[in-house]
């Protein structure tokens, strides 16, 4: 589809963390839904949770929506035409030093830091009944820590590439197997804010289920 309006002339697929088989992408127009992203930080109060919506056209993601309600966070993007937060553009900066941008105050970018050990790492390394696995992801998780400034723990993907579109987190890093429902909406904002996603392969692919 040239543009987002033509789609909805075509027939549309849903996908949804909730759903019971196993998610297939075609190349329908489809939308995939995680409806509480961050679900344990929910429970417990914590305000780092989201919802996400996401719409891909012959496989690829189009447009992302994520919402956190409390903290009043809506970053929105649509291939071509930009990433924003709060109706605020969010892009790649050429501005370097500590003249860095702040939320609702001036403009909000992609970090441009390209040294690790100035990094603000965000890193879930996330708990497995397989203990091999598990020493495997801390293992992976403590060469992160050992070059980075200093490590963040968010509890939900999504609100983590988000932060790292908006500049706020320089690198975000998931140890474990992602799904297509949390990365659909973020990987439309990070990439039309200037960012990229990968896998541990090199891979840019935004569904490989593989670590991200």
Known sequence: CRS???CFTLPHRLIGEESVSEPVLTDAPTWIIDPIDGTTNFIHGFPLTCISIGLTVNREPVLGVVYNPILEHMFTARKGQGAFLNSRRIHVSNVTGRERAF???RRI???DVTDMSKALVGLEVPTTQRPSTFEMRVKRGRAIEQVAREIRGLG???IGLCFVAMGGLDVYQYEGGIHCWDVAA???????AGGFITD???TDTWASRMPL
């Open 103 to 105: 939320l609702n105050s």
């Open 186 to 192: 973020a990987s439309v904002i990070l990439l039309e």
């Open 156 to 158: 939900s993907i999504v």
């Open 4 to 6: 987002t309006n033509k």
């Open 200 to 202: 541990p392969r090199g």
């Open 109 to 111: 970018h992609v970090s």
